[in-house]
Nanobody, 121 residues
Framework: QVQLVESGGGLVQAGGSLRLSCAASGRTFSIGAMGWFRQAPGKEREFVAAITWTAGDTYYADSVKGRFTISRDTATSTVYLQMNSLKPEDTATYYC??????????????WGQGTQVTVSS
């Protein structure tokens, strides 16, 4: 199993920045890819970004492309999500996950507990 712990969420004004972190532990040698998803109240969980663990290939949702950057540190088994130019519609609980390099939540096996991001207008 892989355990995931997110951190870095908070309250920020529109146009501001936040950096989320997700630390993995356990069977980290089995990680093929990690992703970030988010879920706003009353909405379905949606894909944000993904990264392959070995090569570092990245993939973004159109809604965050050019504003968010996903990266990873394989030495510490940590994945990051740098979020710039934040908008009120980015408000959600953000989750990191371990699984296949995919935009589909069903392709991810392990999930963190989530961290809240609130963007005020």
């Amino acid at each position: 199993q892989v355990q995931l712990v997110e951190s870095g969420g908070g309250l920020v004004q529109a146009g501001g920045s936040l950096r989320l972190s997700c630390a993995a532990s356990g069977r980290t040698f089995s990680i093929g890819a990690m992703g970030w998803f988010r879920q706003a109240p009353g909405k379905e969980r949606e894909f944000v970004a993904a990264i392959t663990w070995t090569a570092g290939d990245t993939y973004y949702a159109d809604s965050v492309k050019g504003r968010f950057t996903i990266s990873r540190d394989t030495a510490t088994s940590t994945v990051y999500l740098q979020m710039n130019s934040l908008k009120p519609e980015d408000t959600a609980t953000y989750y990191c996950a371990v699984g296949s390099y995919s935009a589909l939540a069903r392709d991810y096996r392990y999930w963190g507990q989530g961290t809240q991001v609130t963007v005020s207008s």
